[in-house]
């Protein structure tokens, strides 16, 4: 919603992220927003395959300041509850809170409002959820605790995706990613040449292949300048790497705060 400015969106929830780019591909939504990494937990890799591997085009980013609640039935208090549940990461944004808090069963569920909805929807009592704040409203839960993430400055940084029709031209940042050969220094000659025509590397993250052994796949995020030219940093990457593709050209995401 912050993405799209506000605008009324349909929002198409997904249980996975294969999911969320099907749901494009089948024309059941416009566009996909994925989690790509957190600042506290890292990266999700199996992702960055996902998008190269689905032909799809990063168009944009969104990075949201995460902040997690306790919620639960209204009138229910901490001392009544038995058992919170919530997605394991979050669980794990919270285990500071959590571990102050005994004779708890902590679940792992499938996603955070879905957590939420569930308590809603089975009225479950001394049952709690770890969600957003927009969760408790959307599921008419009452917050017991406020922003129990352990790391206040807990961003989470989402892609925005379209087919490859949607893609952007013009952008102030550029996804690639490229293999590079065995010899020694192959990675290091790529990140000078990048360095020598003045591009910021912003990001750098090596995935495993799925289809050679013990080889990888190296994912880049570059900021660009208004006088680089995307054609000419490709073209004299070429050179220097193999399997290299261009995942998306978009603008450099602001760090939002979550209503």
């Given at each position: 919603?912050?993405?799209?400015?506000?605008?009324?969106?349909?929002?198409?929830?997904?249980?996975?992220?294969?999911?969320?780019?099907?749901?494009?591909?089948?024309?059941?939504?416009?566009?996909?927003?994925?989690?790509?990494?957190?600042?506290?937990?890292?990266?999700?890799?199996?992702?960055?395959?996902?998008?190269?591997?689905?032909?799809?085009?990063?168009?944009?980013?969104?990075?949201?300041?995460?902040?997690?609640?306790?919620?639960?039935?209204?009138?229910?208090?901490?001392?009544?509850?038995?058992?919170?549940?919530?997605?394991?990461?979050?669980?794990?944004?919270?285990?500071?809170?959590?571990?102050?808090?005994?004779?708890?069963?902590?679940?792992?569920?499938?996603?955070?409002?879905?957590?939420?909805?569930?308590?809603?929807?089975?009225?479950?009592?001394?049952?709690?959820?770890?969600?957003?704040?927009?969760?408790?409203?959307?599921?008419?839960?009452?917050?017991?605790?406020?922003?129990?993430?352990?790391?206040?400055?807990?961003?989470?940084?989402?892609?925005?995706?379209?087919?490859?029709?949607?893609?952007?031209?013009?952008?102030?940042?550029?996804?690639?990613?490229?293999?590079?050969?065995?010899?020694?220094?192959?990675?290091?000659?790529?990140?000078?040449?990048?360095?020598?025509?003045?591009?910021?590397?912003s990001k750098i993250q090596s995935v495993p292949r799925h289809d050679h052994e013990w080889e990888y796949i190296f994912y880049l995020d570059l900021e660009l300048q208004?006088?680089?030219?995307?054609?000419?940093?490709?073209?004299?990457?070429?050179?220097?790497?193999?399997?290299?593709?261009?995942?998306?050209?978009?603008?450099?995401?602001?760090?939002?705060?979550?209503?």
């Amino acid at each position: 919603m912050q993405y799209f400015n506000g605008e009324e969106i349909e929002i198409v929830p997904c249980i996975t992220f294969d999911q969320v780019l099907l749901a494009v591909k089948d024309k059941k939504a416009d566009y996909a927003i994925m989690a790509i990494e957190n600042a506290r937990s890292g990266s999700i890799l199996y992702n960055y395959s996902l998008i190269r591997e689905s032909g799809m085009k990063i168009i944009g980013e969104q990075n949201l300041k995460i902040h997690q609640n306790l919620m639960a039935l209204p009138g229910q208090k901490l001392e009544d509850i038995k058992e919170i549940r919530s997605h394991p990461i979050a669980l794990a944004q919270c285990m500071a809170y959590l571990n102050q808090i005994h004779g708890v069963d902590i679940i792992e569920a499938e996603d955070t409002a879905a957590s939420a909805r569930l308590v809603h929807e089975g009225n479950l009592t001394g049952v709690a959820a770890i969600a957003s704040e927009r969760a408790a409203q959307m599921y008419k839960l009452e917050i017991i605790a406020r922003q129990i993430e352990t790391y206040k400055k807990n961003y989470t940084r989402f892609l925005v995706l379209a087919e490859e029709k949607k893609a952007n031209k013009d952008g102030n940042k550029v996804s690639i990613c490229f293999a590079t050969g065995h010899q020694p220094g192959s990675l290091a000659t790529v990140l000078v040449k990048l360095a020598e025509i003045d591009i910021n590397l912003s990001k750098i993250q090596s995935v495993p292949r799925h289809d050679h052994e013990w080889e990888y796949i190296f994912y880049l995020d570059l900021e660009l300048q208004s006088d680089h030219d995307i054609d000419l940093v490709t073209n004299l990457l070429e050179n220097y790497t193999s399997n290299l593709e261009v995942l998306g050209i978009y603008n450099k995401g602001m760090s939002l705060y979550e209503s």
